[in-house]
């Protein structure tokens, strides 16, 4: 529903996923190429731009002119690689200077399949087929994967799954099918043991408008404000039965994560202005649905739908990053 | 058939001899390594707090859950905080070179394995902007993609120039070494899954072989074969990149269609009304109160999603739906306050622009460096030349067949 939050929480899939794939082996960057030497003997670099950008020109690669033009046995045609951005020239937005228009893109030319023997021939043909069936069966399962549940994904969705996931997960469905149409505001409230022994029971923190409020004006909103606990409650709440029942280890984690997000956030806000220990927290969330647009003629209720959560009771180390329950009351000492 | 057949042949000879848009794939990586690389500074204060081994989602809890699902990261190794300020500082130098394209390959298997390390140890952070970085961050490792716009094709360019051997250079082999002695240590304590040690070898080898071919005989059968290889799997790469952006418009696209927001006109206004995605509550309600502008741009968002993949087939069409969905997205960055997500989506733009709009903002780009080295020479007295620009060789003194990895 909510696109944006919704991609990245990878599913519990207990497989394999990295498949050495075959077209893995890439030479890669070393310093100092024998560039020049091995595309070029004959053109030794000059700086000045007309040799240039005639010199390899597409074809006329040195290597190229006495090799058969097509190795006899060659593999099943790459994948479609016409769909070649560099060739695309058309006018661009403020058109280009003279002298920079493209002759030839920059870069490795090399003499290609064309100046191999035989044998090498055979060997660049089988890497070209690995490489198209690398490509076609990744983007296959990419396909199958954002594609809705349908009749392959039904009898071999496990597969799909299995070589998805955890590290080519994504969900696209950015604001689709529908929009969000709600505020999920997730608010707590602490019982905080004062030293006397009276226990206090503050009013409650709307965590999710204090965020609201935070990315108002900043054009660089930060995670902590925009996903952190919006997130961490779908969380929370894909990972629950509407009981409140936790289903599995991704429930109690979700439990647990939850409790801490809002604990650091109560310390933040609650500290200053009592003394004590917060003993229990509780949570919940209050939806709120969006008024239809002014121009729309259909009627919503605007009353807030409640979630409330058991109290938690909590401890020093359900705080994130070294905090404690303790609070402080401003202006009587302590470490402020 | 004959022409056909010519056409096939013509087509293998182009993927296997040259490394398809080399401009396309630049940009690609310095889209995406300055958004990761301003992602990361940006959060540099909540760096804990989201990934930390003490924030919320603490480093057990995060154990568990990637005992079930393998991902990978470097930060289950240690729970200490050394460790994890070392990751995050490996992950920001990384983007920052990967940006520059000095050493590209390498640093983008360092790019990769940082945006891998911190997404994967909290994934409950994260949003498409994430996604796409996770992705595109693997599929870039096996591009080469500083074959201009790079540190690296400067110095090709130079050595090339002065007539220098270009295997005479000390930090690549320097580099390799420590890569190498990290993985054989990585893989002496058995931290990390036999497939990613399986992929890091294969890539460490290749990377030696590749060098230790050329070197020995650059016009060499086995040089020119690894050289064939590379050149496919750049592509073979290029291809999935450029398939993966059309799957992501798509799918935006088709699931829209189904929702009855889409469809009645008014889905635009809903986001503009929601708490978390509304940084200028004003602006924001000022648009959705207009009911005309709320239905083309909710209109017009589904017909350029769903178009967009079959738009390729037009130049023209495309560049005129890329230019859409880049506005677009410029706008979802501010109204939405969703700026890490619409730069990586249009760092994935990218790989679609015409090598002519690349070259002419090179270009400007060039030019207005020069102005500044211009203007800081004439401050300073002298010259600052060693400066590094990412966007600096776009001049035709930069289209020298300069060979990158």
Redo the contacts between chains.
Sequence with gaps: MDAYGGAGDAEADPEEETRGRDEDRTPSRRPGIGAQRAASPEHLPDPSPPAGRTAHTLGSAPGLAGAAPVPAGSRPAPPPVAADPAADSAPAPGSAEPDLVPVVSPGAVGPGIGALRVGNQVVAAVVMALVAAGVGVHLLMVFLHVAPANTVTKQHGQAVDDYIYPEFEQNWKLFAPNPLQQNIAVQARAEILAEDGTLDRTRWVDLSALDGEAIDGDPLPSHTRQNLLRRGWDFYVNSHDTAGVPNGMRGDLSERYVRRIVLARLVTELEGTRDGVIDRIQVRSRTTPVPPPPWSDEKVSRKPVDRELTWWSVTDSDVPLDGSLQLRRDGEGGAR | MKAS??R?????????????????TAAVRIGLAGTWL?FLL??FP?R???Y?P?????WS?AR??I??????TLLMWSDGRLWFEAVYALAVVASALLLFGW????MSVLFMVGV?SL??RN??????G??VV??LA?YL??T?C???WSL??R???R???A?R?????????VL?AGGAAALAAVTVLGVA?W??L??FW??LT??A???WL??RA??G?A??????????????A???I???TC???A??GW??I?????QDG??????L?????????GISGML??Q?LL?LVVTYGTVLTQVAFPFA?LN??A??VLL?LMMAEHLAIA?L??????SLAMIAADA???????L??AG?RCARARAGVVRRARAVFGRGADGVPGDEEPA???????????
Aim: some cysteine; proline content about 7%; aromatic content about 12%.
């Design positions: 057949l010519g096939c042949a013509r087509g293998v000879q182009l993927v296997t001899s040259r490394s398809l848009g080399p401009y396309q301003l940006r959060e909540h804990q707090l989201l930390g003490d924030g919320p989602w603490g809890m568990r859950l005992a079930g699902n393998d991902a990978f050493r590209t390959r390498t891998l997404q994967n994934i409950f952070v994260g949003d498409g994430d996604n996770h992705l693997i490792v096996l080469r500083g074959q201009v690296d094709a110095r090709a360019a050595a090339g120039a007539g051997e270009p295997w005479a250079d000390r930090a690549g082999p390799w899954g497939g990613w399986l992929f294969t890539l290749g990377q072989l590749w060098w050329g070197r650059p016009d059968q040089y020119l074969l690894s050289d064939v290889v590379a050149h496919l799997v750049h592509n073979g290029l291809l999935v450029m398939v993966e799957l992501i418009y799918t935006a699931y829209k189904q929702g009855s927001r889409w008014t889905a635009v206004y809903y986001p009304q929601l708490e978390s995605f509304s940084p200028w509550p959705a109160g009911g709320v390729l130049r023209r495309k560049n230019a501010v939405l306050g969703l700026p890490f997500f790989v679609f622009l015409p090598t002519v709009f070259l002419w270009a001049g035709p003194a930069r289209k020298l067949p300069v060979r990158p990895s």
